[in-house]
């Protein structure tokens, strides 16, 4: 427990939760989530039945020519000297090589060594949480019934943790970094990863697997088609032997010609025959997709005969995706149920297809031969083509979503449960191909998702979309035009304005030459544009183009007009930004007073606006009058809008991040511990709205001093947006920024250099050298290098950020003055302080009023002053900053105490002792009722005031006070603690003094 009240993991791979809070979190990756003290509870108390599991299938008898590798999994997993440890190994291979088979007969021989063993389906993140989420249901049913899928991945970690000896399998990884998080962070027990991947496993150790012997593979074949242990020295075995040759002694194409054999009685020597043209040897070894195609091409021909509803449901299937998918979903393609189940079990008869319950699992590899080409081993059969395929799936979607002779469209969870197909189906569209059949579908969703503001999940269609415009529409149609606005929307939505960017100045340009400046849609997407440029930082830009649709809009639609509040809104945006808070505030005031008397006080427009008032009130340095209509506006957006909107979640992130500027930082991390608990449960990890408040709660365990929590937290968030949104997608680079700055503020340097190098690297590459993060980027690797020591490197940013700014939006934005704030303090920490003072004066004259930037200016001009030997201007300026700071966060900012002992020391410096230990009582009276007794810094200054009182004198009451302190610091930092060391050794000497 540290003196914050948090607790800590420590060492490799460790776990610890807060009791209080319910936070867990891994000394290594593991996805964290806020859990209830209660669950915490729950996850340590619930106990699994003896050696259980959910093993996909049972081991294959016809299991061979894997002994060694067999043999080797249980070497790798034994105990080292007798001590369980946590291990992770790969099973790796090509596709249909038998990695799967594998690992289902390493678990089935070593059952009885487990306490459990969980089969978990990795082909993607969605699909890992999936499987752990339905741990939880099947340990703890009863609550699992009632909590989200995040809860239930979170509850099953805590409960791996609690219950060591388990077995994970994660079958079918396809990206290493899908699993790594939970490799590091699931201790206690085994993972067994299958993958196509060789490389890319930083934890786990590869064990490869290559196509099976020719003896093992004749043997194989033999004994699947003929149902018996083979005599090698039949003509019978020799054909075995031939046939399993030709199909590379694949394991999956052995399996699927040894079932067609046995089902359809064809010979060997037949089957081999038909199959065509041995395979071609290629450089690079065996082609699986090649090979599967000619088996499964025969086996196409075979089940043609038998059912020709089989044939449509798999073409159809295989553009659907490939888990789950509803038997209910496939019954338009069939003409009642029992045809449906027929053709099924026809499909399963052969292995093409696995049914589970009410679901339909299909093979990747299937799918991917059957999408290429309807003939893909170059053989003549009768089958569908491929775009018929395509057709039914859109069929079977389309009638799902608008069911025939239904009245309105279909509930909410049907649409749920297509979107899934619908992003397959719009991911897959072969080239050359008219995928106009599904337009309307991809028309429908994509709009579905806007009305939901859920536009980031509609970004693949909308490309989809465009996709099909391009093939068959001008490019200056509305459609076409629609469509890259609305796209242009997602992207924002989805965090990459730059991208969004380009788009919407394609769209101004074409809409304003084909409809006019003035048409509605023009001005919408003029708005849209300069929100954007607002958004990526470029203010002047944007208030250009926002003025102009504000004027254009007010001219043509009226002052009042939804459309022209929102222009006005963002409007006063920009002059916040740009240091003019009057007008923004005004302008503020204005529209959401005139919203709320045209749309009502409880539309979304006016909601919105009264956040951004409340917003340019902090901008502008009124945080007690922000933190007021911020929580009004909270009640109202519950009561209005419901506890579980993304707007009143984001309002209330807002109000956290208000009350820790303001020192409230047990107020603010309790209420954005509850942000991030409703955002994970109801949006998911990844969702915009669920990354930022993750930082956001980041940020304020920070400030409350539980570091090592914030940078957990930071390390699950990289973890998640590079799991599921790409390494270079913004909200990872912005995630990762945090995390630099957390490891910064926590002493861990070192990292925080790598990954703050890396971090301007990847953002100049991907944003380019001048954009705004780039440059954000550089100032914090600024910021890290001055922690590391590297002055010199670290001025030399901050001067060329400075240079950027004050080049490109002037030296008077906010922009420009934080980052001269930044350069301020790198020079005071060379010892440059005429230059602080030098660039201190027109910064001041910029700032002007009471705002937080001057506030921290005036603190560097203080401690700059003082070194400088000028105490008549460093009290001068530490006075003022002090009433600034009071005046902007309240009567007990937090942040201000240290500028006053600072205040202390230039009053004992100029001789007014008696005012320095005035200053300092008050001080460490206020410290002890802000920060609490036992914390370092009220130890500290209840060290500096026993300094103070026996320097001037008064050293029988200094010793006394410091007999105190020193067993107060033994207490809560160690004996052995540095600050623990100076104030015994200062005790000792005003004792002694004292005595003579």
Known sequence: MTASGAHHASGARSIAADALSGFANTGDHVSVTVLTQQDLQSAKEVTAPPHCGNLPYPPDRAFVGRDAQLTKLCELFR???????????????????????????????????????????????????????????????????????????????????????WLLIFDNVDEPRDAEPYLGGLTGGHHLITSRRAHGWSSARAVGLDVLDDTSAADLLHELACGESPDRRSPQYADARALATALGNLPLALHQAGAYLRQTGTTLVSFYNDLGLMLDEAASGIDPERTIARVWNVTLAAIEEQSDAAITLLYALAWLSPDDCPRGLLTPLCPDGRTLNKALGVLATYNLVHLTGPVVRIHRLLQLTLRRTPDPAGLSLTILPAARGRAEATRVLRHALYPEGAESPAPQATWDLCLSHLLVLVSTVPDGYDDAPALPLYLDTAEHLHELDLDDQALPLWEGILHVYERSLPPGTPEVLHARHRMAGALMKSGEPHRALRLLDGVVADRTRLLGADHPDTLESLNDLGACRLFEGEVQSAEAVLTRAARARERVLGRSHPQTLKSRGYLATCYAMQRRPDEAVSLLEQVAAEAAHVLGPDHLDTLEYRDLLAGSLVVTSRLDEAVRLQEALVADCERALGGDDPHTLSARTDLSGFYAMAGRTQDAIALQERVVRDQERVFGTVHPGTVTAR?????????????????????????????????????????????????KNADRVAEAVMLGEGLVADYERVLGADHQESLGARSGLADIYMCAGRLEEAISLHEQVVAHFTRVLGDNTLFTLVAVTELAYAYFLAERFDDVVRIGESAMAALGRAHMLTSHFRYVLTLSYAKLGNMDEAIAQGVQASEDWKHIQGADPSNALILRRVLSDCYWAAGQQEKAIELMEQLLADSERVLGPDHPDTLMFRYNHAWSLGAAGERGEAARLLAGVVADQARVLGPDHPDTLQSRHLHAVLAESAIR
């Open 695 to 743: 930082v956001s709660l980041a940020d304020t365990y920070r400030d409350g001093g539980q570091k090592e929590a914030a940078a957990a937290l930071l390390e699950v968030a990289v973890a998640d947006c590079v799991r599921h949104l790409g390494a270079d997608h913004p909200h990872t680079l912005r995630a990762r920024a945090k995390l630099a700055d957390c490891y």
């Open 79 to 165: 105990p080292y000297e007798g001590v369980e440890q946590t291990r992770s190994h790969v099973v790796h291979g090509m596709g249909g090589i038998g990695k799967s088979t594998l690992a289902v007969h390493y678990a089935h021989r070593n059952r009885e060594h487990y306490s459990l063993i969980w089969w978990i389906n990795a082909d993607s993140p969605a699909q890992i949480d999936a499987s752990l989420a339905g741990l939880a249901a099947y340990l703890h049913p009863q609550w699992a019934a009632g909590a989200g899928v995040e809860a239930r991945v979170a509850w099953a970690s805590v409960w791996l943790q609690w219950h060591p000896g």
